[in-house]
């Protein structure tokens, strides 16, 4: 079983920064991609940015210059750099990893995280 833990979250004001981290635990050989999406209050889930093992990155156009992905394959971690933060940056940000390899060399298509909350103040 692999579980995705979320840490970061919290209260900022317009144009501060926070850092979001996720560590994904369990019998893990290998993840393919890991993200960040988020959900606001009445609004569909939406990818934030992605990040793949390799390195390759893709954000949302909104986060783009502002937000930063990276990952640390060897401790299963990634991070999520938050800058000139927004209002609109306001919803609870999961984690998620895609194509987990097990240990045992079982695949497991997705996981998601419980959910950190990231409040913007104007």
């Known amino acids: 079983q692999v579980q995705l833990v979320e840490s970061g979250g919290g209260l900022v004001p317009a144009g501060g920064s926070l850092r979001l981290s996720c560590v994904a635990s369990g019998s893990i050989f290998s993840i393919n991609a890991m993200g960040w999406y988020r959900q606001a209050p009445g609004k569909q889930r939406e990818l934030v940015a992605v990040i793949t093992t390799s390195g390759s990155t893709n954000y949302a156009e909104s986060v783009k210059g502002r937000f930063t992905i990276s990952r640390d394959n060897a401790v299963n971690t990634v991070y999520l750099q938050m800058d000139s933060l927004k209002p609109e940056d306001t919803a609870v940000y999961y984690c998620?990893?895609?194509?987990?390899?097990?240990?045992?060399?079982?695949?497991?298509?997705?996981?998601w995280g419980q959910g950190t909350q990231v409040t913007v103040s104007s």
């Open positions: 998620n990893a895609d194509n987990i390899r097990t240990v045992a060399g079982v695949i497991i298509g997705r996981s």
